[in-house]
């Protein structure tokens, strides 16, 4: 049926898709557009407030480093016992819950296709292409201001901050 409604948005989203396949044809019935055109339109939608939009960038190596010792204090805290849990509770495993990072690796290594190290190793590969994709997408969001910080400051937000400040200040004085 999507590639009837919005050939686009079906070979964007490919046959296995299910979730935003079903997603693109809510949109289609409700807007009567398809998906593809609205968001070739606007793909970030118009601001509902008056906001000040900053962006954060950090050096990507020690971005990734972060990143991989973040998964590392995930499954050492208790993640693979969480998603035992959930299973033992009656949570099915196509749960969308299980399809986020370190959920999916996870329940890879409770099937016993995967070691533990493996999971860990893949949620981190996973984590780093999802951080790169997420600053690709945000990177073409218009009135962006964008600050480079680095975590090893004592105060590695002040001049984003600063910044924030004085754009609101301006503009209750607008």
Known sequence: MLERVDPEAARRLGPNDRQRGDRALEVFFTARRGISDLIRESPFG???YRSVKIGLGME?????????DRVVRFF????VEEVRELLAAGC???ANAF????????????????????????TQRNTRRYAKRQWTW?????GVAWFDVD????????????YAGLKLAHREND
């Open 99 to 122: 399809k986020a990072l370190g959920y999916k690796e996870t329940l890879r290594h409770l099937r016993g296709e995967i070691t533990l190290e493996d999971a860990i190793a893949l």
């Open 92 to 94: 099915p495993e196509s």
């Open 76 to 79: 050492a805290s208790g993640l």
């Open 46 to 48: 118009p601001d509902r």
């Open 151 to 162: 975590p090893s400051r004592d105060d590695p937000f002040k001049e984003p901050l600063a």
């Open 138 to 142: 945000f990177r073409k969001e218009g």
């Open 60 to 68: 990507r190596e020690i971005l990734y480093r972060r990143i991989d």
